[in-house]
């Protein structure tokens, strides 16, 4: 199983981001994680594939929308009115089993990181 994360860059505070990731197979759910400099990884977003249920992280709702196209089999994360304090590192992961998707514990596979910095 393959995951690849594309879209990272740098942008300034306001501006906008669409992350992408491609998985070689269907599963059960999706998620996007990140993780700081000095900081612990945590949870972003995450998607169900099948019905397409969505969960956030309080820090990002209302500006992050995660999304996937079935037939690509791609994940995508539309992030807007970007802060500082989103710049990261972000991961794709993906479960295969019905799980916890908030936990990062439960996730089988992941994706190479792709670099977020959003400079104030």
């Known amino acids: 199983v393959q995951l690849q994360a594309f879209g990272g860059g740098l942008v300034q505070a306001g501006g906008s981001l669409r992350l992408s990731c491609a998985a070689s197979?269907?599963?059960?759910?999706m998620g996007w994680f990140r993780q700081a400099p000095g900081k612990e990884r945590e949870f972003v977003a995450a998607i169900i594939w099948s019905g397409g249920g969505t969960y956030y992280a309080d820090s990002v709702k209302g500006r992050f929308t995660v999304s996937r196209d079935n037939v690509k089999k791609t994940m995508f994360l539309q992030m807007i009115s970007l802060k500082p304090e989103d710049t990261a590192i972000y991961f794709c992961?993906?479960?295969?089993?019905?799980?916890?998707?908030?936990?990062?514990?439960?996730?089988?596979?992941w994706g190479q990181g792709t670099q977020v910095t959003v400079s104030s």
């Open positions: 992961a993906a479960v295969i089993k019905p799980s916890t998707v908030v936990n990062d514990r439960y996730y089988n596979y």
């Open positions: 197979v269907r599963m059960y759910a």
